[in-house]
């Protein structure tokens, strides 16, 4: 099983970046699907999870009406739209696929890395 992240980059205070996460090797519809961030110096920290297409997304506070979770179970894969980006949203992001049944995560990506700097 593999997860695939990109669209990381540099991205200017206020910007967007579309980050894709690439699932094979699992059944990926039966899976929950979440990003998560880890910044330098910080522990890994929840972003927000997909159950599937008929469930409403959760979200961590501190992106709630900036970042938009969504996924597309014909291609297997996740995505996360980030607008308004502010430096502090700079970080590691890891997609994460766990059972639905489970709280621990089977799988990882390698993280794309987003920079939010002037």
């Known amino acids: 099983a593999q997860l695939v992240e990109s669209g990381g980059g540099l991205v200017q205070p206020g910007g967007s970046l579309r980050l894709s996460c690439a699932a094979s090797?699992?059944?990926?519809?039966?899976?929950?699907m979440s990003w998560y961030r880890q910044a330098p110096g910080k522990e890994r920290e929840w972003v927000a999870s997909?159950?599937?297409?008929?469930?409403?997304?959760t979200y961590a506070n501190s992106v709630k009406g900036r970042f938009t979770i969504s996924r597309d179970n014909a291609k297997n894969a996740v995505y996360l739209q980030m607008n308004s980006l502010k430096p502090e949203d700079t970080a590691v992001y890891y997609c994460?696929?766990?059972?639905?049944?489970?709280?621990?995560?089977?799988?990882w990506g390698q993280g794309t890395q987003v920079t939010v700097s002037s």
């Open positions: 997909t159950i599937s297409p008929g469930y409403s997304p």
């Open positions: 994460g696929a766990r059972e639905r049944s489970s709280t621990r995560y089977d799988y």
């Open positions: 090797g699992f059944i990926f519809s039966s899976y929950v």
